[in-house]
């Protein structure tokens, strides 16, 4: 099992990667990777110190059994957010491809393209941590939309596990 994760510091309208990675569980019995999951997180959480967090909404394809197990993943990630008092958004997955690429039936490689070229990646993203970044940015852009105002002028830092995002104040203004 693979989670990953994208931290981002933005004002809805820059945003710049701060860390991005995947947890990989390795091997085990499924309630042990799910162990492993909310332990780095925890590690993660308390690194960063986020405010918010976000997670991609499940996506039941034609795999009941994935997707059940996916719930529970998620479920871990929630619950470890949770416990840090942080609000938990969730985003389509529609939703958040239209939101870093422009249409929300877009590729895994073009939502990777346009994340490389958006935040100055340099390296080949993995396909976790691409996918953590890209809710990131959509709860960026979803944070600071008029819809939502009004917003504070300093930066927001944005982290994504597996399906999530987490958010913490940025202590410098823009």
């Given at each position: 099992m693979i989670t990953g994760y994208g931290i981002i510091?933005?004002?809805?309208?820059?945003?710049?990667?701060?860390?991005?990675?995947?947890?990989?569980?390795?091997?085990?019995?499924?309630?042990?990777?799910?162990?492993?999951?909310?332990?780095?997180?925890?590690?993660?959480?308390?690194k960063w110190q986020p405010q918010e967090a976000a997670i991609e909404d499940v996506f039941l394809g034609n795999n009941a059994s994935s997707a059940l197990k996916l719930g529970q993943a998620r479920g871990v990630a929630i619950a470890a957010c949770s416990l840090q008092k942080m609000p938990v958004a969730e985003y389509a997955t529609r939703l958040v491809k239209q939101n870093v690429v422009g249409t929300g039936g877009a590729t895994k490689l073009q939502v990777q393209q346009m994340l490389a070229h958006l935040l100055k990646i340099k390296q080949p993203l993995q396909a976790d941590a691409a996918d953590a970044l890209?809710?990131?940015?959509?709860?960026?852009?979803?944070?600071?939309?008029?819809?939502?105002?009004?917003?504070?002028?300093?930066?927001?830092?944005?982290?994504?596990?597996?399906?999530?995002?987490?958010?913490?104040?940025n202590k410098r203004s823009l």
């Amino acid at each position: 099992m693979i989670t990953g994760y994208g931290i981002i510091d933005s004002d809805g309208k820059k945003s710049t990667v701060v860390d991005y990675a995947a947890i990989r569980t390795g091997k085990g019995s499924f309630t042990e990777r799910l162990a492993v999951i909310a332990e780095e997180l925890s590690i993660v959480i308390e690194k960063w110190q986020p405010q918010e967090a976000a997670i991609e909404d499940v996506f039941l394809g034609n795999n009941a059994s994935s997707a059940l197990k996916l719930g529970q993943a998620r479920g871990v990630a929630i619950a470890a957010c949770s416990l840090q008092k942080m609000p938990v958004a969730e985003y389509a997955t529609r939703l958040v491809k239209q939101n870093v690429v422009g249409t929300g039936g877009a590729t895994k490689l073009q939502v990777q393209q346009m994340l490389a070229h958006l935040l100055k990646i340099k390296q080949p993203l993995q396909a976790d941590a691409a996918d953590a970044l890209a809710v990131a940015m959509c709860h960026a852009h979803c944070m600071h939309s008029p819809l939502n105002m009004p917003v504070t002028k300093t930066a927001k830092r944005s982290m994504r596990f597996s399906e999530e995002i987490l958010h913490r104040q940025n202590k410098r203004s823009l």
